[in-house]
Structure formats: structure tokens, C-alpha cells
């Protein structure tokens, strides 16, 4: 049964990744950690669980959950390029984003709001 986002599984993989970008990110020139940590705090669905009773605006969320996940794994490639990661360091991130992306795709096409 699902009490709260935190039952989610996508939201514990979401959580993970977070903390795994956030230690990667130590090592980043401080104006970059910025930009990618707070996208990352965007890509996951926390922000919208409140509203999940209103069928459309939570579903809304989960389009936008969608799009920062694939945007982190953007700025990541950039990581790459300003060469605060390794490519080997991205990949293991780029599966971990692709599954949640995944994820978050099944979730928003079988949302249905029951609690109206």
C-alpha cells in the first residue's frame, strides 16, 4: 500500500541517484554545483504528491519530473566536458536516469486519482 511518495519506488531510485550526483558534485567548481543539483532536486516527484487528488495537475508534475530527469542527464554531459566526471561516471548515472525515466513514463500514462 502506498501511504506517502516515500512507499514509491521511483521516488526511493530518484533519491539515490540525487545523493549519488550530490557526492559526485563535491568536486565541481562551486558556480557548477549549482546549476546541476538544483535540476536534479526538480527531476523527482515529491513536489507534486500533495496534489495528487487532482488527477491533471499531478500527472503535469510527472511530465515536468520527466523533463528534468532527462535535463540531468544533460548538465551530466556537460560534467563530462568541463571534465568534473568520468565517462565511466556518467554511464552508471545515465542508467540510473534512464530507468527512472522509464519509471516516471509508466506512472504518468497509469495515474488515475481515486481519492476525489
Given amino acids: 500500500m502506498i501511504r506517502s511518495y516515500k ?3 521511483v521516488y526511493k ?12 558534485t563535491r ?13 536534479i532536486t526538480r527531476s523527482n516527484i515529491v ?7 487532482f488527477e491533471s495537475v499531478f500527472k503535469q508534475h510527472l511530465v515536468t519530473s520527466l523533463a528534468s530527469n532527462a535535463e540531468t ?4 554531459k556537460f560534467a563530462i566536458e568541463y571534465n568534473f566526471i568520468q ?6 548515472l545515465a542508467v540510473q536516469i534512464n530507468e527512472i ?9 497509469i495515474w ?3 481519492e476525489k
Avoid at 47 to 53: D, E, H, I, L, S
Fill in 47 to 53: 513536489g507534486g504528491w500533495a496534489k495528487r487528488k
Fill in 7 to 9: 512507499d514509491l519506488e
Fill in 101 to 109: 525515466g522509464k519509471m516516471l513514463n509508466s506512472f504518468h500514462l
Fill in 13 to 24: 531510485r530518484s533519491f539515490k541517484m540525487a545523493m549519488d550526483i550530490f557526492w559526485l
Fill in 87 to 92: 565517462e565511466e561516471e556518467f554511464e552508471t
Fill in 112 to 114: 488515475k486519482s481515486y
Fill in 27 to 39: 568536486k565541481f567548481l562551486k558556480e557548477k554545483v549549482y546549476s546541476l543539483t538544483s535540476q
Fill in 73 to 76: 542527464e544533460n548538465r551530466l
